[in-house]
């Protein structure tokens, strides 16, 4: 048997070898991977002191050679190998970097974030017994854009009619009359691109003190920037349960505060699917990597409002929409819708 070999990065230009590993400061201690590199050539990005302990694990499992490549050189020519797994010891900036590198390359890209359980369990895909979430390797085209326009208008416009003005009739002399105020709440947020548009739902809070508005600035500001640690539980969703009305209470539960978003996706600032647009002053705590959730159309539901809500941190709820957003499909659109139903009527995870 011809004894495995290593070597320096080739220089003459050729392609590099098929297959990828990604690791950048965490361990190699997921030997599951292994039957991906036996006989075929690996790549392995990663920090020169960690090389050896992985160069040995990949060895053995019968990689015919490792290539060890420095990320810089790397993320320069993202798309030229068959298989990149991101590894769960990538800082964040340099995962969603990679993943939106990767994505539209026609090659397969896997993101280990085993931190990210919600995410996992509703994206991921089993290789060797460990979850991955696969990362889409094709863009879509005008075709599925346009098509999911028409849908948007479609579905807008007979769920406006059959659920919208029907609720407003009923919800509507009950919001009046039982808190000062509007039926509906409008505010100004932040959607695709950072563009801005006007946002409505049906009001379930009483009018904010002066205080309010600061203190939740705040909290939100904190959630945002330790969004990974086991002190921010939640996400920038922040709700003062004293000022939630007795017909707000329902409605926020079950979601049908949402409905008036409807009238946004007949107008087009939002879709159906999508990442929650954020208001302003939120937009303006986020860092690079956190703003390219909205890199796409806001929606009504998504995968965060589906698996997540209120059960995640911030930086789940920010690759939750970005790995939504990158997988993006009219079949998955359907089903989200089709999962929406349930877990708005019984309320989970809601706040």
């Known amino acids: 048997m011809e004894t495995p070999k290593k ?11 098929q ?5 950048e400061y965490g361990r190699p201690e997921h030997s599951q991977l292994k039957s991906r590199f036996a006989q075929n050539e690996t790549i392995v990005i990663c920090a020169a002191d960690l090389f050896p302990e992985i160069e040995t694990m990949i ?18 020519e993202p798309t030229k190998s068959e298989t990149m797994v991101i590894g769960s010891g990538v800082d964040r900036a340099h995962q969603v970097e990679l993943m939106f590198l990767r994505h539209g390359s026609g090659q397969e890209t896997l993101l280990l974030a085993p931190e990210f359980q919600h995410l996992t369990n509703a994206l991921g895909k089993k290789v060797n ?9 094709s863009s879509a085209g005008s075709f599925n854009f346009a098509t999911r326009r028409i849908l948007d208008l479609i579905i807008g416009l007979l769920a406006f009619i059959l659920l919208l003005a029907p609720l407003t009739l009923v919800l509507g002399p009950l919001i009046l ?24 739902k049906f009001r379930s809070m009483r009018p904010p003190k002066p205080t309010d508005d600061e203190a939740r600035r705040e909290i939100v500001s904190r959630a945002i920037k330790h969004g990974d640690t086991d ?41 159906l699917v999508g990442p929650r647009p954020c208001l302003p002053y939120e937009y303006d705590e986020y860092n690079d990597w956190q703003r390219m959730r ?58």
């Open 231 to 271: 002190s921010a539980k939640t996400s920038t969703k922040v709700v003062d349960e004293n000022r939630v009305t007795t017909v707000g209470k329902w409605i926020r539960k079950t979601s049908l505060d949402e409905l008036p978003q409807l009238i946004n996706v007949v107008q087009g600032s939002m879709s």
């Open 129 to 137: 017994n460990t979850k991955f979430v696969p990362i889409s390797g």
């Open 294 to 351: 909205l890199s796409f159309k806001p929606g009504i539901t998504g995968v965060w409002q589906v698996y997540g809500r209120s059960r995640v941190n911030f930086d789940e709820m920010v690759f939750m929409d970005i790995c939504g957003g990158l997988n993006r499909s009219l079949l998955g659109d359907f089903k989200l819708l089709l999962l929406t139903i349930p877990v708005a009527l019984l309320g989970r995870g809601a706040e």
């Open 7 to 17: 070597r320096d990065v080739p220089d003459n230009g050729q392609t590099p070898p």
């Open 59 to 76: 060895l053995k499992s019968g990689s015919r050679s490792v290539v060890r490549v420095d990320s810089s050189q790397f993320i320069s």
């Open 19 to 23: 297959k990828v590993i990604f690791y």
């Open 177 to 200: 009359l039982t808190s000062r105020g509007g039926v509906f709440f409008s505010t100004t947020v932040v959607g695709e691109n950072g563009r801005r548009f006007t946002w409505r």
